[in-house]
């Protein structure tokens, strides 16, 4: 394959569109042994951000850890009216601890909301959305989205257990199918998964696949999407330094027709078509 560089957006970066707010700390509360749920309380156009769209995050220092770079985090959930953007995160390393030590009314400077997010295929009427870990937090508010535009929902909730599954009540909120897969109760597998999925397209409810969070389930998606002439999209998880496409850090190769192209994780997506996925 020949592999090039993609020039859209070259010599762009989010610029004036996407400000560095300061939100300030409404809670940072502990939903399991992992993973803490911070709301803030962060204004216009903070609170616009899309369904899949992220923000990037100075998380603060710590006795034990000194972050250099910032931290991109998906929105896990944004609303204009009320101004508030929260996020669900684990606790896994410096930036997500400092994150950790926020109390209410501190606050956090955030950069976004950025990147491109998620879209419904035309004349979708079910989607299927796919994720593991943190990215049932990126998958919810695609959910909610979908809900919006009369679109059904059946989400594939999947974790290592029970303990460590995630965004129940939002699924539930909008009146989605919520199926529960985990390593513990040995129903999580690439094979059982494609099972469920092969069900929901026979039943007329796999108008869209949609995935965050593991790479085993996305090139599933993948490889059936195409077998099965379903779009999708995935939304990528990537190391990133600057965030607004300035340092290229981020770039990966992604499939154009029969080329590898390189693309920016951070501008030209995360969000992208699943059949670009290499």
């Keep these: 394959m020949e592999v090039v560089s993609s020039e859209s957006h070259v010599g762009c970066c989010a610029g004036p569109a996407a400000p560095d707010t300061q939100g300030v700390v409404i809670s940072n509360a502990w939903v399991n042994r992992d993973y803490k749920h911070l709301v803030l309380?962060?204004?216009l156009p903070a609170a616009g951000a899309k369904a899949g769209q992220f923000f990037h995050l100075l998380c603060p220092s710590t006795e034990q850890d000194s972050p250099f770079f910032r931290r991109p985090m998906s929105t896990y959930r944004a609303d204009p009216a009320t101004g508030r953007v929260e996020f669900l995160y684990k606790v896994t390393g410096a930036g997500t601890r400092g994150l950790a030590t926020l109390e209410a009314g501190d606050k956090l400077p955030m950069l976004g909301p950025l990147g491109v997010g998620f879209t419904l295929p035309?004349?979708?009427?079910?989607i299927v959305v796919l994720g593991r870990g943190v990215g049932l937090a990126t998958l919810a508010p695609l959910a909610e989205m979908a809900?919006?535009?009369?679109v059904g929902v059946t989400a594939i909730l999947s974790a290592r257990d029970a303990a460590n599954l995630m965004s129940q009540d939002r699924f539930t909120a909008i009146g989605a199918t919520i199926v529960?897969?985990?390593?513990?109760a040995g129903t999580s597998s690439v094979e059982n998964v494609e099972r469920l999925l092969r069900e929901l397209h026979a039943a007329g409810r796999a108008d869209a696949f949609y995935t965050?969070?593991?790479?085993?389930?996305?090139?599933?998606?993948?490889?059936?999407?195409?077998e099965l002439s379903v779009p999708g999209e995935v939304a990528m998880e990537q190391q990133m330094a600057c965030g607004i496409g300035m340092c290229y850090c981020c770039v990966?190769?992604?499939?154009?027709?029969?080329?590898?192209?390189s693309k920016r994780v951070c501008w030209d997506g995360p969000v992208f078509p699943l059949a670009e996925v290499a």
Excluded: I, K, P, Y
């Design 212 to 226: 965050c969070g593991s790479s085993r389930l996305t090139l599933l998606m993948q490889r059936l999407g195409a």
């Design 147 to 150: 809900a919006q535009a009369r």
């Design 122 to 126: 035309a004349g979708a009427r079910h």
């Design 252 to 261: 990966r190769a992604f499939r154009e027709g029969d080329r590898l192209v």
């Design 41 to 43: 309380d962060a204004g």
């Design 180 to 184: 529960e897969v985990t390593d513990e």
